[in-house]
């Protein structure tokens, strides 16, 4: 049996994005969650031990991949796919719900299929 894939979910700060990613996906055996957020002041912000921690790490906006890439540059990052979800929703909003899972569902699928 395999461990659980360990994903990071990454947003701008922590708020609404990546914590209703985590939350949706918390009780899923497969997996393993966390979520951060890549600015100042942000409510959790995502750590070199994090990205040691993450077999992939999911990203709402390019910026955040891009960001990731800037500030851990010495580092041997894991993969970071980019979701494209748009900041216009609060946590657990049910379209923000629908969005996530069109979108992390079949990443996910491929890589525990890889796994």
Not at 39 to 56: F, N, V, Y
Not at 100 to 115: H, N, V, Y
Request: net charge negative; hydrophobic share 40%; glycine share 4%.
């Amino acid at each position: 049996m395999h461990s659980p894939l360990r994903i990071l979910f990454v947003c701008a700060m922590n708020q609404w994005r990546s914590p209703t990613a985590e939350a949706m996906y918390r009780n899923d055996a497969r997996l393993e969650v966390r979520s951060a957020g890549v600015r100042t002041g942000a409510r959790r912000r995502i750590s070199e031990a994090d990205l040691e921690w993450a077999d992939a790490v999911f990203v709402m906006e390019r910026e955040h991949k891009q960001w990731i890439q800037n500030q851990f540059r010495g580092m041997t990052l894991p993969p970071i796919l980019n979701l494209e979800i748009p900041d216009d929703f609060q946590r657990m909003d049910q379209d923000l719900q629908d969005l996530l899972r069109a979108s992390i569902d079949p990443e996910l699928t491929r890589l525990l299929a890889g796994q």
